[in-house]
């Protein structure tokens, strides 16, 4: 009798295996950080072997750790960094050119062109993304521009493209089975999400010949079975679906009006809209939250560039303290910010402001600052930025939520969920487990195979961790918020006349 699921999270800068047992319990953990390549600035690729290779290195590990055999894995799930490109030829399995990242920035050009022909809206009305170089589309565009006979070899049914589910799932099965899941397909910019179909307007617009795309999959079910000489057994591959969608299922975020909110580098909030497809007026990105039983979900998507990367900054290039975790103590020092706020508009900043000349700022300094404000603003600043995405979600739906799910690695700093649900006014609940990626993946696979029944039995067997309920009366919140809005309107648009120069 099968006893565990396997949880592969491929992600960005490491892979890692999670076996979950029946009462969805962490029982081992492997992982492994692999190679990232920068073969010049702007640009960012990793070796498709590697990924494959350190995959499958970490779910031999997984296994050996907890002594399991092949054969008491009841199915795999598979979760990954999305959008991420690969070719390879179908009959060797040889990739033709390096996986080029989410993170790469090279069409950006080629993205200028997309507005230029005016082919933005219609690609933001099929796809629900607005058209950067993030997506796969131009990143796939770029390959069979670049390596040469590509577009030929595509043509005569020679290659094959997928994002990275799609790459592990062709290895795992030895080759013989090619198929992508909605989730996944949804970030490619090249998926109809209304008619749930590869858009042929879209494809020729890029160029891109059909015969090299996967067959797209509901993200739970049985997709094939690995083969023997891969892992030792034949073991059903149960689900596919992108890491923040994982997140999002593996928070039990199953209903219309559910939002979770991954705190990492950058924040990722995503609100399941069921089967509601919400066009967003706030520059939101509308997205597949999961596809069950032939039936999609939608979502909508926005993220924060600088998250917990604010605290990174003050630690590595203010050096203001040695641990992340230590700017909790410095923030509760003080009572407040005594008026001063942070924007950590590095990069510039993204939904719902989207304003790429946005730099950082830090407002309403007086003689009386001192170091605790200064971090307090910061971690303040990470709450206010997931709290105007959130807010952007209650416009673009109608809905009040008063509820929001949480993980990532600064959700363990308490000061931040308190200020989180002081601001949403509201409750924050972080889950017990924080793989809640990797969760997502193995709930999916679980469900694909009958080794857990429904979505109420999931919902039992997900423990939360602790709760935060807002105790800030709602004109001080306000109060807050304007201050912070105006603080933002100083952000904007700093850098437009020097990069226009
Ligand atoms: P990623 O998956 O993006 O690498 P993690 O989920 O591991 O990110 O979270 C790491 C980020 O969270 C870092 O930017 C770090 O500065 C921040 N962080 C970690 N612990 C804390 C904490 N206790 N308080 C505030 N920020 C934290």
């Given at each position: 009798m099968?006893k565990?699921i396997?949880?592969l999270?491929?992600?960005?800068?490491?892979?890692?295996?999670?076996?979950?047992?029946?009462n969805?319990q962490?029982?081992?953990?492997?992982?492994?950080?692999?190679?990232?390549?920068?073969?010049?600035?702007?640009?960012?690729?990793?070796?498709?072997n590697d990924?494959?290779a350190?995959?499958?290195?970490?779910?031999?590990?997984?296994?050996?750790?907890?002594?399991?055999?092949?054969?008491e894995?009841?199915?795999?799930?598979?979760?990954?960094?999305?959008e991420?490109?690969?070719?390879?030829?179908?009959?060797?399995?040889k990739?033709?050119?390096?996986?080029?990242?989410?993170?790469?920035?090279?069409?950006?050009d080629?993205v200028?062109?997309?507005?230029?022909?005016?082919f933005?809206k219609?690609l933001?009305?099929?796809?629900?993304?607005?058209?950067d170089?993030?997506?796969?589309?131009?990143?796939?565009e770029?390959?069979l521009?670049?390596?040469p006979?590509?577009r030929e070899?595509?043509?005569?049914?020679?290659?094959?493209?997928g994002?990275?589910?799609?790459?592990?799932?062709w290895?795992?099965t030895g080759?013989?089975?090619?198929?992508?899941?909605?989730?996944?397909?949804?970030?490619?910019m090249?998926?109809?999400?209304?008619?749930?179909?590869?858009?042929?307007?879209i494809?020729?617009y890029f160029?891109?010949?059909?015969?090299m795309?996967p067959?797209?999959?509901?993200?739970?079910?049985?997709?094939g079975?690995?083969?023997e000489?891969?892992?030792?057994?034949?073991?059903?591959?149960?689900?596919?679906v992108?890491?923040q969608q994982?997140?999002?299922?593996?928070?039990?975020?199953?209903?219309?009006?559910?939002?979770k909110?991954?705190y990492?580098?950058?924040?990722?909030?995503?609100?399941?809209?069921?089967?509601n497809?919400?066009?967003?007026?706030?520059r939101?990105?509308?997205?597949?939250?999961?596809?069950?039983?032939?039936k999609?979900?939608?979502?909508?998507?926005?993220?924060?560039?600088?998250g917990?990367?604010?605290?990174?900054?003050?630690?590595?290039?203010?050096?203001?303290?040695?641990?992340a975790?230590?700017?909790?103590r410095?923030?509760?020092?003080?009572?407040d910010?005594?008026?001063v706020?942070?924007?950590?508009?590095?990069t510039g900043?993204?939904?719902p402001f989207?304003?790429?000349?946005a730099?950082?700022t830090?407002?309403?300094l007086?003689r009386?600052c001192?170091?605790?404000?200064?971090?307090?603003?910061?971690?303040?600043?990470?709450?206010?930025?997931?709290?105007?995405?959130?807010?952007?979600?209650?416009k673009?739906?109608g809905m009040?939520?008063?509820?929001?799910?949480?993980?990532?690695?600064?959700?363990?700093?308490?000061?931040?969920?308190?200020?989180?649900?002081?601001?949403i006014q509201?409750?924050?609940?972080?889950c017990?487990?924080?793989?809640?990626?990797?969760l997502?993946?193995?709930?999916?696979a679980?469900?694909?195979?009958?080794?857990?029944?429904?979505?109420?039995?999931?919902?039992l067997?997900?423990q939360?961790?602790?709760?935060?309920?807002s105790?800030?009366d709602?004109?001080?919140?306000?109060?807050?918020?304007?201050?912070?809005?105006?603080a933002?309107?100083?952000?904007?648009?700093?850098a437009?006349?020097?990069?226009?120069?």
């Amino acid at each position: 009798m099968a006893k565990y699921i396997m949880a592969l999270d491929q992600g960005t800068t490491s892979s890692r295996c999670i076996l979950f047992d029946h009462n969805a319990q962490m029982v081992s953990v492997a992982q492994k950080e692999y190679r990232q390549i920068f073969p010049q600035p702007g640009y960012v690729e990793h070796d498709p072997n590697d990924i494959w290779a350190s995959q499958l290195s970490v779910a031999m590990e997984a296994m050996a750790q907890a002594g399991i055999r092949v054969n008491e894995i009841a199915a795999i799930g598979i979760t990954n960094q999305r959008e991420t490109t690969i070719v390879w030829e179908k009959a060797t399995g040889k990739p033709v050119y390096n996986a080029i990242v989410w993170q790469c920035r090279r069409t950006a050009d080629r993205v200028g062109r997309i507005y230029e022909d005016g082919f933005d809206k219609t690609l933001t009305e099929k796809t629900g993304l607005i058209p950067d170089p993030y997506f796969s589309a131009t990143k796939l565009e770029w390959i069979l521009d670049h390596v040469p006979g590509s577009r030929e070899r595509a043509e005569r049914g020679e290659l094959l493209f997928g994002t990275v589910d799609t790459w592990l799932l062709w290895n795992l099965t030895g080759g013989s089975v090619f198929a992508t899941d909605v989730t996944n397909a949804s970030r490619t910019m090249l998926y109809n999400i209304h008619t749930l179909e590869w858009d042929k307007e879209i494809l020729n617009y890029f160029r891109i010949p059909r015969q090299m795309l996967p067959e797209v999959k509901d993200s739970s079910c049985i997709f094939g079975h690995t083969s023997e000489k891969v892992l030792g057994g034949e073991v059903p591959i149960g689900s596919l679906v992108g890491d923040q969608q994982g997140s999002l299922f593996g928070q039990c975020c199953f209903t219309p009006g559910s939002v979770k909110n991954t705190y990492g580098t950058g924040c990722f909030l995503l609100m399941n809209t069921g089967s509601n497809c919400v066009a967003s007026k706030n520059r939101l990105l509308t997205t597949i939250a999961v596809g069950e039983n032939g039936k999609v979900q939608y979502a909508l998507e926005g993220s924060v560039f600088v998250g917990g990367a604010v605290i990174q900054w003050l630690r590595d290039e203010m050096r203001l303290f040695p641990h992340a975790s230590d700017s909790e103590r410095y923030a509760r020092a003080v009572p407040d910010t005594a008026g001063v706020y942070l924007v950590p508009a590095f990069t510039g900043l993204a939904a719902p402001f989207w304003d790429p000349y946005a730099r950082g700022t830090v407002v309403g300094l007086t003689r009386g600052c001192t170091k605790d404000h200064f971090i307090r603003a910061a971690l303040e600043s990470i709450a206010y930025q997931s709290y105007d995405v959130f807010d952007a979600m209650q416009k673009d739906t109608g809905m009040q939520i008063r509820n929001l799910k949480v993980d990532g690695g600064a959700s363990a700093n308490e000061f931040l969920m308190q200020f989180q649900a002081d601001l949403i006014q509201g409750s924050v609940a972080r889950c017990a487990i924080n793989e809640t990626t990797a969760l997502g993946a193995a709930y999916l696979a679980g469900l694909a195979c009958g080794f857990w029944k429904d979505k109420e039995e999931l919902t039992l067997l997900t423990q939360s961790g602790k709760t935060y309920v807002s105790g800030m009366d709602r004109s001080e919140q306000e109060q807050k918020l304007r201050g912070w809005h105006k603080a933002v309107a100083r952000s904007l648009q700093w850098a437009k006349e020097d990069m226009d120069e």
